[in-house]
């Protein structure tokens, strides 16, 4: 087994290299984009629907109910862009278990791209929302002196964004790898039913928590007073029945 | 013993440490956290949605510690830069 599918190099041309791992996210990319068009040139208003129809408005739904609860916000703003990474991600991982496919996120370069791209997606939401000064005015609070710890926070948990996704899809293909060298008869096919669900919870993982940071991003002054006001008066509340 | 006996060796050794310290923390810290959404979920059953998400992101987040371990272990197995450092002076 090759460890790395960036090592497996189809074409090259002076710097510029076809590996697996590029071969297998255009596959991905091609099956999405395929898969979305077909159904959404045929997409009727009416009340009997195509089942297909049905799977893409599922689908829509659920990610628009999740976007709303967690940021508590209109998910309107989000729906593309934290939708598309959760598809991506998702048919990736889920298209892993079939045999002679790599997934796209078992190699690092396709994860810390897609941490890079969450990288600069909070600012540009954030700026979008609250104006450039609003936004980085953010880094200067509660102190100037937490200037620096922010900027690192930033940095470091682009990287646990990428390294999270990496190891948990590479440390599912490798287990399951190493069984079939060891019991190729019914433990990989378990191991694999395991790296389904982490799969998928992964790409849950992957998407909340890129929306939680442009969320986090985005919030503005009058917002965390409100927050804070609304916590003392419920808490103002709490204290007076207590001595009712 | 010459340098890439000690090497491989040290390496697989810490390897080996590196995965076995890294998983029992992440394990009880899980572990705690599943015994307490499980008492959250027994009191308030309505609010099972929420809780479930919050856990599952806080459980990636601390599983995340024992894949930092893991790559860690992974790298000094697969891609030790050392062993490549030590044959790289012996072969040129």
Redesign the interface.
Known sequence: ME?NADNIIYWEWDFIRINATLIYSWMVMGFLTIGAWTVTSRIDPQTSISRWQHLLEAVVTLIRE?IQ??SRQEPDRYLPFIGTLFLYILVSNVMDVVPGFTGPTTSLSTTAALATIVFFAVPVFGIMRQGVKGYLSQYLKPTPFMLPFNIIGEISRTV?LA??L???IM?GS?IVAILVSLAPLFFPVAMQAFSLLIGV??A??FA??ALVYIASGQRSRSSIIEATEEETQTNTTINNESEV | MDAITTIGMISIIVSGFTIAVGSVGPALGEGKALSQALTAIAQQPDES??IT?TL??GL?MV??TA??C??VA?ILI?ANPFWDYVINMAGG
Do not use: D, K, M
């Open positions: 460890f999740q609860e967690a646990a390294i999270r990496f190891g948990n440390s490798l919870i992964q849950y993982v909340i928590l | 949605p929420t998400r599952f992101v990636a599983e995340s894949i930092y893991f790559v992974l697969f």
